[in-house]
């Protein structure tokens, strides 16, 4: 079982270029599908689960070659086949085949996403929108089996404003006949580069970004070449991990409007932040505030950053508080940052964190961003190797991390 070691107590320094945004590349290699020809994505990041969906591709008859971060993806030849278990129980987002496949194909048959496991989420507002557009749903022992012999724009209300099932309207919403209007639609940023996406390839999409998004539906599309949006959670866990072990860094290649909502609680606790064209310099300090953070839906704090900002607060001088309103399970990190002497206790929606000195233990990452809670958790411990196991989630978001740490003047490494 391979491990990630951490020899802690060195602050990070340096330079780390942020990669493309894992959020946003794994809706966007399905949204391939709906072209007919050559779709061209640039920018991708290396991580496990793009490659998944790349296998996904070639099961499905696509022609996939990478050169370097560049992803070419023909669909031509493509056709529905169903996908009951296999590549799809390794990938949560694998539900992003249900709006492309029905969207180009008219049917589509996949089984229940796996990926990580820290909270349940239904897809019933994916099924509503589907269902909405003419399409008939029904559960097969454990799969999902989705049929139109026409699709028709709609209107659809989401009780939640959910990013997979806005997405998931949004990629068959493209090929149904008439307009389709999504009401209470997310906002995140890596919605606005879907649709870009899909505008260059042909589709005509209005109101990407905010609560209302319209949709025209077409009769075919086509390829193109897309250059992914920058990856905020991977650079906001850089940014976080800086100022836990009181660094210097450079986080390059971002955009920071995206970044907003932490750079203002890192402020708040006292952490320095510059912002230079694309990138944001974070200068730790040694003393902190204790804080209260609430991860809410785009643009508030990202709900996939509060494992991470758990580890800094073990930081703050004080008792800080982490409240999740968008998962409310979302703290299966706690007991592994308590084996290293974190001092945290968990009430509802909340983490009620004191300051802490950690040590060295060996732990578990439950999912993916818990494992970057642990590897900062580590960084910090001054005394002995952390051992991280569950390094197979980290790698599902994370690419190039213990080579990036490493650089940055971590002492880190796999075994």
Aim: glycine share 10%; charged share 20%; with cysteine.
């Amino acid at each position: 079982m391979e491990k990630i070691m951490i020899q802690g107590g060195r602050p990070l320094h340096g330079t780390v270029q942020i990669s493309g945004a894992k959020n946003s590349a794994v809706a966007l290699v399905p949204a391939a599908i709906l072209a007919e020809t050559t779709v061209v994505l640039e920018n991708l990041p290396v991580i496990s689960d793009v490659e998944t969906y790349s296998e996904i591709l070639v099961e499905l008859g696509g022609d996939v070659s990478w050169d370097g971060n560049t992803m070419h993806i023909d669909p031509s030849r493509m056709i529905s086949i169903p996908m009951h278990n296999g590549l799809v129980k390794k990938l949560r987002a694998s539900y992003y085949l249900m709006g492309a496949l029905l969207g180009r194909f008219g049917e589509a048959t996949i089984g229940m996403p796996g990926g990580c496991s820290f909270e349940p989420r239904p897809i019933d507002q994916h099924i509503k929108g589907f269902e909405a557009l003419g399409a008939t749903v029904t559960n097969d022992h454990g799969s999902i089996h989705i049929y139109a012999k026409e699709l028709r724009g709609a209107k659809v209300y989401l009780d939640v404003a959910s990013v997979g099932a806005t997405i998931n309207i949004m990629l068959a919403a493209t090929r149904a006949k008439g307009i389709t209007t999504i009401e209470n639609a997310a906002k995140e940023p890596e919605i606005i580069d879907v649709a870009t996406l899909l505008n260059a390839m042909g589709a005509k999409i209005k109101g990407a970004g905010t609560g209302t998004i319209r949709i025209e539906g077409v009769d075919g599309l086509h390829g193109c070449r897309h250059s992914i949006i920058p990856d905020r959670i991977q650079a906001g866990t850089y940014m976080i991990a800086a100022a836990a072990t009181r660094g210097n860094l450079l986080v390059d290649n971002i955009i920071p409007k995206h970044m907003e909502a932490l750079t203002a609680k890192l402020e708040e606790m006292g952490v320095e932040i510059l912002e230079s064209g694309e990138s944001l310099r974070v200068i730790g300090k040694a003393d902190y505030e204790p804080i209260d953070v609430k991860a809410l839906i785009y643009p508030g704090f990202a709900t996939d950053l509060q494992s991470p900002m758990a580890s800094l607060l073990t930081q703050a001088s004080g008792v800080s508080m982490l409240t999740d309103y968008v998962y409310s399970n979302r703290f299966k990190y706690v007991p592994e940052l308590m084996r290293m002497g974190a001092k945290i206790r968990v009430e509802g929606r909340s983490a009620i964190i004191e300051r802490s000195k950690l040590h060295a233990a060996t732990v578990k990452a439950a999912d993916l961003r818990a494992g970057a809670a642990l590897v900062i958790g580590g960084l910090l411990v001054e005394d002995g190797v952390t051992e991280v196991l569950g390094v197979e989630f980290i790698d599902r978001g994370y690419d190039n991390l213990v080579s990036n740490l490493t650089m940055l003047g971590a002492e880190i490494w796999r075994e």
